[in-house]
């Protein structure tokens, strides 16, 4: 446990922090688990609309530093690439 005053501030912000990076994530995940889901059942027009949102989301993450900004480049092509092959 902290003695000083503001090193206990820090560990309260700090968890504060890592529970709503947390959230974020898991909102995250829980997007493109959705869009793979449209896209492994065939649903090209609504996967079209979801993909957007994704990338939405990938891209605040990435600009609040929750995800690297490679790591969200990656994702979004690997998604853009599936809803694309998925559609031939």
Do not use: W, Y
Request: charged content about 40%.
């Amino acid at each position: 446990m902290p003695q000083r005053k503001c090193a206990q501030k820090r560990l309260r912000v700090d968890k504060t922090k890592a529970l709503h990076n947390l959230q974020l994530k898991t909102g995250l995940k829980k997007e493109i688990k959705g869009l793979r889901s449209l896209i492994s059942q065939g649903k090209f027009d609504e996967g079209k609309e979801k993909i957007k949102t994704v990338f939405a989301k990938l891209d605040r993450a990435a600009a609040k530093g929750i995800i690297h900004k490679n790591t969200a480049a990656r994702r979004k092509s690997i998604l853009s690439l599936k809803l694309n092959r998925a559609k031939k």
